[in-house]
């Protein structure tokens, strides 16, 4: 089971995360998110998980520059971003939206407006069954509620971000800890 922890904004989070047990963290670089990141450093010199870049309406060219900048594995690709050539996908839909494509995964979250997720809302979890590849499943996922959305859904992986905070882009080490612990709990 992938469990990936999102909304990371700083290297003690993502240590913390990798401490845990979760097995994927991810830096957004949407400058409308409240957890959005500069392209650092220190997010390329963390090496405690798989690293996730989360982009939206983002071009090719400014992914790849990132992704190399930021020594990230995976692009997840929000709205109309545009995968670049030699990057592993994960392509980010709500549950309503037509699945086209490809992607190494799909990362399917409840509808979120401008926000493209993060924002703590769950949905019907039975309705991602029957997308086909990998399922990543999000949307307002904690320790309380992640066994239950495994159960429902048979994800491939899980991702948790704002339920996890003690505020916007600041995790609760603990709720983080709770969360991871629960998710790898679950029997698949």
Known sequence: ???????????????????????????????KSPRFVEAADWIRDFTGALKVGVFVNESAERVAEIVERCGLDVAQLHGSSAAPVGTRVWLARSVEEARVGNPEAWL????AGELYGGTGRTYDWRRVRGVGGRVVLAGGLDASNVAGAIEAAGPWGVDACSRLESSPGKKDHGKVAAFVRAALMVKA
């Open 1 to 31: 089971m992938l469990v990936k922890v999102c909304g990371i904004t700083s290297l003690a989070d993502a240590v913390a995360a990798a401490d845990a047990g979760a097995t994927a963290v991810g830096f957004n670089f949407y400058r």
């Open 108 to 111: 399917i979250d409840a509808p």
